[in-house]
């Protein structure tokens, strides 16, 4: 396969970052005008709002990036999805893993927030990153391409991509448990003491942008076309969703093969013996091969972190909702300052314990260094 020019392939880039994020600020804008003509009387009825989006919608979505939209309005449209929503919740009512928790409990409230204040807009932005991710692939990455496969049929490479894809999910889900400072941000998703729905998107989004490197990248390298890539990237995000939520169920003889709710509560844990098992994002069969698998599948234990400096929903006052996103949003960088002042101040002390022997011309001790 024949190289780009260098500086040919920075224009690419160049050209589509710029198209990503116009259309990005579409989709952010569109409801804010959305509202102001509400409120301004434009809008009358329900066909005067969808006349009035599909207006701003030909003016500011850039033609290259309209195949992501159709695909977002087919998904986000479609009856099934939110039919399964509700038998979600039929089943959360039905069979909870924690009977104690309520149907819509001070975690769900804050989890919808978070799907609302950063879920939604991050789907608007999905468009964009991956985009910018196949321009940056197709300018720098190229080689990384798949090309025994390219003459393969479509089934067949979206198959083995979404198999790669999990298997670099799992590996990433576990350097997050193990890298400290990745666990600083990872720490905020599994914070959740009441699993709801939309606990998924409870996710900081510096981590968010990692996820979907680790979701397109592999796609590009098996050459799975646009839009089916933005159907797999939301196709795998509403499954974890439904492991998230509050039900009793392994799924079955499915538990042998994919992640399920009881599968996923015993990775979110708070009990010591459960630590760092389970890390599969889609299937389960990389823990069982590596053996990070917990094997008992009757347990649902009680979920969330030990760290007093977390700001909990549960803990905080009513009417304090965007203060709590705020708060948990900012929680990774309390803790890397935290552990950067700790690190400053025992580099510090023993700097001075050093010049406190040399001064008194005692020997210098190699640990004191």
Known sequence: MAQRPVWRSSMVLSTRLKQGAAATAAVLSVG???????????????QDAVDFVKDIY?????????????????????????????????????????????L??????????????????WIGALAFVGEAL????????????????????????????????DFLDWGRHYLKHRVWWLWAFHAVHHSQTEMNLFTDFRVHVLERVINNIFVFIPLFMFQVAMPTDYYI??????????YHANIRTSYGLLKYVMVTPQFHRVHHSRESAHLDVNFGVTFTFWDRLFGTHWSD???YPQTGIEDGRFPFEQHAGNGSIIRNWLAQTSYPFVVLSSRV??????????????SEEVASGEPISVSSI
């Open 32 to 46: 804010l005008l959305l509202w102001a003509a509400v409120v301004l009387g434009g809008i009358r009825s329900p």
């Open 58 to 102: 030909r003016l500011v979505v850039p033609d290259p990036l309209r195949p992501y939209v159709w695909a977002a309005e087919r998904l986000l449209l479609n009856p099934l999805l939110y039919a399964v929503i509700a038998a979600v919740f039929v089943f959360e009512w039905l069979r909870p893993a924690n009977r104690q928790q309520k």
């Open 104 to 121: 819509l409990s001070r975690g769900f409230v804050q989890d919808v927030f978070w799907f609302v204040g950063d879920g939604i807009l």
């Open 134 to 165: 196949r321009a940056f692939y197709d300018a720098y990455l190229s080689f990384l391409t798949i090309g025994s496969l390219l003459h393969a049929p479509q089934a067949v490479r979206i198959v083995i991509a979404i198999l790669f894809i």
């Open 233 to 242: 990237a939301l196709g795998l995000g509403w499954y974890r969703m439904i």
């Open 297 to 299: 599948y009757d347990q």
């Open 341 to 354: 002042r700790a690190a400053t101040q025992s580099r510090a002390a023993r700097i001075e314990a050093t």
